[in-house]
């Protein structure tokens, strides 16, 4: 094993086999991989294979669009399409907007009528049907070959692999810059640490003194015989129908099916246990039967389908399901490229690719400040609270989230001095990174914590603007005691303090306090 590397990529899966193919192919070849197992052996083995190119989000549809065709030219993807279908009136109108939003990014897609979508898979029912949006250029791959591929080319352009080679600790200088990574095979001294660790992401920032959330959660799949007289050819589209909470693509005849279930189980909150690799566990039909009633709704016949088996494994989420990409603080060159939330072979390519540019010209190319690797902040430490908080991201997965809609879960987490005087008031909850804050008030009725009630208007204007306007007016009119606890400060000390305010505020700070 080589001692000196100018990167070193910690884990073997399609995203570290991803961002190092992408440093190699622009000319970083100093480069790394060290994985703890086998090349594809952890998440990156468990997934369902199904890419598509949708997206609510412009970075994550961008990163889509190039991960497929990279597969595509690469000649490791099968064009089948796929078909996303509305169950509900909320559900077309989100698509609706979605599909605007991405052909502007010129992504190929049409929002397609009830009619329309059964062209393209006749087995589904009409019951509840409101139409779809077809993808052609959507489809699906074999993850271990790809990952494999992938670190083979990578590979190829100069790129070395140590497998079975487990990362120990990390040197950090005085300075707080990166040192060395130590393993169990000796020490690489190194300028730059990109984590692709998975679920060991966590640990592995922990040996350099940082801390970022994410939790493995349990995600299961069934796989189903053919039915007589429904069988599935290979061209079948991959279908997803989020109101019922599942997702699908033939195989063999039969269906693959996964989904986002209500309850989502975390598996470990504290770390992920060094010697879990690909093991799956025992699939829990309690847990996944309610998905399974999603996919008969859909496709009646399935009620007559065996079942071959359930398998359910863990994956890293993060607390609002959205990767965690870029440099992190406190430490010059660790990097983060972990917590993918469900985002797998479709973000991998656009990902590694932004990554190393970034890594390489030192600003990312395009927009991802939601999913810079610093956005949360020192409550998610609380292991618990992170871990609440991200099952409750997962079970919205694929279920309709609205504007204005608050977390219900993992509160109250923190609250101010006032928080009981503003209960006795009538105050109706909303919550802010970790504190309670109220969104309005309702006098002569009990307080409450905005939550899963405040869904049933979806995208209509919700019945509490009125007592706002009430609030503004008052406001405006008379005197308003506002709580500011859960507002961020940022005392300023020094000789420099009084010109630097003076140039960021617009009135004048040198006047006594009061």
């Known amino acids: 094993m080589k001692t000196h590397a100018e990167i070193v990529v910690i884990g073997g899966g399609i995203y570290g086999a991803q961002v190092a193919y992408h440093l ?29 190119q949708f997206a609510t989000s412009q970075a994550m549809l961008r990163f889509r669009m190039y991960s497929v065709q990279l597969y595509k030219d690469l000649g490791l993807f099968d064009t089948v399409g796929s078909l996303r279908v509305a169950s509900s009136k909320e559900q077309l109108l989100e698509m609706e907007r979605s599909v605007s939003r991405a052909k502007a990014l010129g992504l190929d897609c049409e929002v397609i009528s009830p009619e329309e979508s059964k062209k393209y898979m006749p087995q589904i029912s009409d019951k509840d049907l409101y139409g779809g949006i077809y993808l052609p250029g959507d489809g699906q791959l074999d993850p271990y070959t790809v990952t494999t591929s992938m670190a083979r080319f990578a590979k190829e352009l100069g790129v070395e692999i140590y497998t079975n080679t487990r990362v120990t600790g990390i040197k950090v200088s005085a300075k707080g810059e990166v040192e060395a990574v130590v393993t169990d095979k000796g020490a690489i001294r190194c300028e730059i640490i990109v984590n692709a660790a998975g679920m060991w992401a966590p ?10 959330p994410t939790t493995p959660v349990d995600h299961q799949h069934i796989a189903l015989r053919a039915v007589p007289g429904h069988e599935f050819d290979a061209n079948t589209p991959c279908l997803r129908d989020p109101d019922n909470l599942v997702y699908m693509h033939q195989e063999r005849g039969g269906l693959v099916i996964g989904g986002y279930e209500p ?15 690909s093991r ?24 007559q389908a065996g079942i071959i088996t359930l398998v359910r494994h863990p994956g890293a989420y993060t607390p609002d399901c959205h990767p965690l990409l870029g440099p992190m603080p406190g430490v010059k060159g660790f990097w983060m490229l972990a917590g993918m939330s469900l985002n797998g072979y479709g ?13 390489i010209d030192g600003e990312a190319p395009m927009d991802v400040y939601g999913y810079r690797a610093t956005r949360f902040g020192n409550y998610y430490s609380d292991f618990k609270y992170a871990a609440e908080r991200t099952m409750e991201s997962v079970k919205y997965y694929y279920r309709l989230r609205f504007p204005h809609d608050e977390h219900e879960e993992a509160r109250p987490h923190r609250t101010s001095p006032v ?3 503003l209960m006795e008031n009538g105050a109706v909850f909303g919550e802010k990174f970790g504190w309670e804050r109220v969104n309005y008030f309702d006098p002569g009725k009990e307080w409450r914590r905005m939550g899963e009630d405040q869904r049933k208007w979806g995208w209509a204007k919700p019945p509490y603007f009125e007592r706002m306007r009430q ?22 000390k020094g000789e420099g303090a009084l010109p630097l305010l003076q140039r960021l505020t617009s009135s004048n700070i040198d006047k006594p306090v009061g």
């Open 419 to 421: 928080h009981y005087r």
């Open 203 to 212: 640990r592995i920032a922990a040996m350099a003194g940082l801390h970022i």
């Open 24 to 52: 190699a192919k622009n000319g970083r070849k100093d480069v790394v991989i060290l994985e703890k197992g086998e090349i594809a052996s952890g998440e990156s083995s468990h997934a369902a294979g199904l890419v598509t």
């Open 471 to 492: 609030e503004h007016i008052a406001t405006r009119e008379r005197v308003t005691l506002f709580d500011l606890t859960s507002f961020g400060k940022i005392e300023l």
């Open 263 to 277: 309850k989502p189980l975390p598996r470990w909150i504290d770390g992920t246990p060094w010697e879990h690799g």
């Open 347 to 359: 973000g991998a390519g656009g990902m590694g690719k932004l990554m190393a540019e970034w890594i």
């Open 280 to 303: 799956s566990f025992p699939g829990d039909m309690d847990q996944f039967e309610m998905l399974l009633e999603g996919a008969i709704r859909r496709l009646p016949f399935l009620d």
